[in-house]
């Protein structure tokens, strides 16, 4: 099974940078890079154009005008330059242990989706990680992240837990298995199936909105926050708002009333990039006022 791995990112390059040296550390090499880029500047296009010329990884780069914040619209083009039958989402400020994507290939599960976590550090932190540092994989040890002061007890036992005793911690976890953008999965179809993500959605829950659309479409979900590892650096988050986290919350509460499926503005606009016999056609209809007509 081949994967494509869905980077978001804006204007953070060095972020980026460190984030893709964790790829080109896979224990795995049968997955594609697409950096689904919500409108970054000069900066950012020609680090990629690097890596393109200079790396072993695939990658490929979409790319739209920066018109504020349209993250959602970004992934959904990506998705649809998607040649993977698999997709892992992430971000542009998660850096991946070198087993992260064999492990999201080894329980990926018709009729489910995979929800990972993330290990999170401070400024210091992220700052301090060196190409090195990921090479080596020192960063993902617990040692080096003590001694140069992680903090907070969750964070930790995600680093300190030894693979062996990772499928226990997913056990265990009180966490809800739900769809987190740093770190989830599932198949390109059912992606598909529920019309990829919501556009009319904007920073603040965008990412668990579409799970809840996989659970209302008949997916469950799987918990492998303590396998599937992977570093969040940290930043400011300027586009952040009440006003569009109390729309998101009021669009989240008639998916989760109404059990719909597909949102009327996702991915269906773009169809016709599609150009394989899997279409939106043999979706489901959803419910409310997200319902659309899906006959062409």
Known sequence: MNASIIISTYNNP??????????????VDNFEVIISDDGSGEETQSLVKHFQKKSHLAIKHSWHED???????????????????????????????RDF???????????????GGYCKLDMHLSNLISRNDIESQHAFTFRWMK???????????????????APLGDKLT????????MNSSAYKADIIKVNGFNESMRYGGLDRELGERLWNAGLKSKQI??????????????????EDIKRNRAIRAEVREKKVICCANGIRKYDYYLTTPQSLSDAPPSLGTYVINLDR
């Open 14 to 27: 060095v972020w980026l940078e460190k984030v893709l040296w964790g790829y080109e550390q896979q224990t």
């Open 67 to 97: 018109d504020g914040f349209r993250k959602t619209e970004a992934l959904n083009k990506a998705i649809l330059m998607a040649d993977g039958d698999y997709l892992i989402f992430t971000d542009g400020d998660c850096i991946p242990r």
């Open 101 to 115: 994507v064999e492990t999201h290939l080894k329980h990926a599960k018709e009729g489910y989706f995979l929800s």
């Open 147 to 165: 001694k140069n002061g992680l903090r907070g007890g969750s964070q930790q036992i995600k680093i300190a837990t030894p693979k062996s005793l």
């Open 174 to 181: 009180t966490t809800k298995p739900t769809w987190n953008g």
């Open 225 to 242: 926050r303590h396998r599937a590892i992977c570093l969040h650096l940290d930043h400011p988050r300027s586009y952040k708002n009440e």
